[in-house]
């Protein structure tokens, strides 16, 4: 949210709505009357998976139409499978992407990890999968430079990590955030989640306006 409003702030764009919604996100009808009302030019939604499915058929069910959708969790939710047009030219925030060109010496490509996954348990991998999976990877590294289970020599070797996997780039700032690895973002065409930014990663280009539906 903060950071949302920062770049409206230094784009020149103006906020006419602000909700916070519940983590147990079961009807936003109420924000949805809003929308309606005052016809922004932007809706931005972050409401984990359930809160992309309820927004996705609400906003259908509601007959609400904004030129640009935005929102999170759209491929663990699985908006386009569950929901069809429903959820056709939402775009979507996301940590990964099987697409991407990031590759390693234990899981291989992207691609290489997502249809390993789909493979053993029948389903698309979701970013948080990718992510663990990565996490392990980066424990491992850490563990052999380590050579040590000491939590203290662990958590150094954590701290200089600099390494390229799968899921993308691994490299720590004071904070222990990982400040190297981008977040792309998709949009729902024709029922895939099509990467369209940055253009280093884009397969397709954004749809805007979105078509009324």
């Known amino acids: 949210r903060a950071g949302v409003l920062a770049d409206i702030e230094r784009h020149g764009m103006r906020c006419v709505i602000d909700d916070q919604l519940p983590p147990e996100l079961n ?3 109420v ?3 809003k929308v309606k009302a005052l016809r922004p030019d932007v809706l931005v939604i972050s409401g984990h998976e359930k809160g992309a499915l309820t927004a996705i058929s ?3 069910a509601l007959k609400v139409y904004v030129p640009i959708l935005a929102m999170t969790h759209c491929d663990s939710a699985q908006i386009a499978e569950k929901l069809g047009d429903a959820a056709e030219y939402a775009l979507c ?3 990964w992407h099987r697409s991407l060109g990031y590759k390693d010496e234990v899981f291989g490509t992207a691609e290489d990890f997502a249809k390993e996954f789909k493979d053993a348990y029948n389903y698309e991998a979701p970013y948080q999968s990718a992510q663990s999976a990565a996490a392990v990877h980066v424990f491992a590294e850490a563990f052999k430079r380590a050579q040590s289970l000491d939590p203290e020599k662990v958590r150094d070797a954590l701290a200089a990590t600099e390494l390229q996997s799968f899921y993308g780039p691994v490299k720590f700032d004071a904070s222990g955030r990982n400040v190297t690895k981008s977040v792309v973002l998709s949009q729902v065409q024709g029922g895939k989640y099509v990467v369209v930014a940055p253009a280093q990663w884009a397969a397709g280009k954004p749809i805007i306006p ?3 539906q």
Request: no cysteine; proline share 13%; net charge positive.
């Open 31 to 33: 924000t949805l009357a």
């Open 58 to 60: 609400q906003i259908k």
């Open 27 to 29: 009807d936003m009808s």
């Open 210 to 212: 979105r078509p009324p």
């Open 93 to 95: 925030a996301q940590q």
